[in-house]
Nanobody, 115 residues
Framework: VQLVESGGGLVQAGGSLRLSCTAS????????VGWFRRQAPDKQRELVA????????TYADSVKGRFTISRDSAKETLTLEMNNLKPDDTAVYYC?????????WGQGTEVTVSS
């Protein structure tokens, strides 16, 4: 399984970014998948959002109302639309199944939000 995240970058506070995750060797269709982030190298990854096979979505309180997770099962792509970004959103963002599978972690995509 290979998960590849993209779309990160440097953005000012209040700005927006759209992250994408493409999968090979697994399907997003029948599992719960999600976005995670690690805000510092010595911190644990935290769950940001999940989406179930049926489409039900959940969000961390810190991103609720600002981030939107979506899935294109035909393209095996997971997306995270991030709006009204804050400096606290600065992190490396990863996608994975939920609960995450250790062997599936990709390199992540780095998001930096300047104040």
């Amino acid at each position: 399984v290979q998960l590849v995240e993209s779309g990160g970058g440097l953005v000012q506070a209040g700005g927006s970014l759209r992250l994408s995750c493409t999968a090979s060797g697994m399907t997003f269709r029948y599992t719960v998948v999600g976005w995670f982030r690690r805000q510092a190298p010595d911190k644990q990854r935290e769950l940001v959002a999940t989406i179930r096979a049926g489409g039900t979505k959940t969000y961390a309180d810190s991103v609720k109302g600002r981030f939107t997770i979506s899935r294109d099962s035909a393209k095996e792509t997971l997306t995270l639309e991030m709006n009204n970004l804050k400096p606290d959103d600065t992190a490396v963002y990863y996608c994975n199944r939920f609960p995450p599978v250790a062997d599936y972690w990709g390199q992540g995509t780095e998001v930096t939000v300047s104040s």
